[in-house]
T-cell receptor
Framework: DSGVTQTPKHLITATGQRVTLRCSPR?????VYWYQQSLDQGLQFLIQ???????AKGNILERFSAQQFPDLHSELNLSSLELGDSALYFC??????????????FGNGTRLTVT | AQSVTQLGSHVSVSEGALVLLRCNYS??????LFWYVQYPNQGLQLLLK??????LVKGINGFEAEFKKSETSFHLTKPSAHMSDAAEYFC????????????FGSGTQLTVLP
């Protein structure tokens, strides 16, 4: 058990809809990362937050947004969903903001299916 | 930008045989390299990491990897495969920007045959 909690585990929704994925980091971890894993794109970094502030952006679409709250949990909002957004979305956390000296701990992911 | 190439999307070995999973990276600066493992229906788990210092890195579950700068490689090995090693393995590199995030390879699915 990594200590990172993601909810829900599965989500099925229709095209055009909006969903929110939630992540609670390990106790004491200040940094949260969101990744998307799909068959065609592999594991893609989306966005990182550190102590409530956006730290880095990766291949995140404009239809997607995220935030980290004062209690350090994070939410990833996906809107105007398309079939291609179907994927496994992972949250990871680390103690500090730099991943090289502070390894990432991954949650078990949220599997999103857009129909 | 950093990048990682994992050679072989699928590798099969017999139980007890050597495991060798290949990873090559591209970097214009000293990289930080990682191997992660993903078991079915689970998130990624860190196996080992190279930051600085000794080029042979030992990780969990008997795995090790050697950083070879001249070959820009960071191959993962295990002397004797076990059935429980069947999983997907990801090599990753971190960039050196002020905000660091991992760039993952496409993954190698390891199958262990009885």
């Amino acid at each position: 058990d990594s200590g990172v909690t993601q909810t829900p585990k599965h989500l099925i929704t229709a095209t055009g809809q909006r969903v929110t994925l939630r992540c609670s980091p390990r106790s004491g971890d200040l940094s949260v990362y969101w990744y998307q894993q799909s068959l065609d794109q592999g594991l893609q970094f989306l966005i990182q937050y550190y102590n409530g502030e956006e730290r880095a952006k990766g291949n995140i679409l404009e239809r997607f947004s995220a935030q980290q709250f004062p209690d350090l949990h994070s939410e990833l909002n996906l809107s105007s969903l398309e079939l291609g957004d179907s994927a496994l979305y992972f949250c990871a956390s680390s103690e500090r903001g730099s991943s090289y000296n502070s390894p990432l701990h991954f949650g078990n992911g949220t599997r999103l299916t857009v129909t | 930008a950093q990048s990682v190439t994992q050679l072989g999307s699928h590798v099969s070995v017999s139980e007890g045989a050597l495991v060798l999973l290949r990873c090559n990276y591209s970097s214009s600066v000293p990289p930080y390299l990682f191997w992660y493992v993903q078991y079915p229906n689970q998130g990624l788990q860190l196996l080992l990491k190279y930051t600085t210092g000794a080029t042979l890195v030992k990780g969990i579950n008997g795995f090790e990897a050697e950083f070879k700068k001249s070959e820009t490689s960071f191959h993962l090995t295990k002397p004797s495969a076990h059935m429980s090693d069947a999983a997907e393995y990801f090599c990753a590199v971190s960039d050196t920007g002020s905000a660091r995030q991992l760039t993952f390879g496409s993954g190698t699915q390891l199958t262990v045959l009885p």
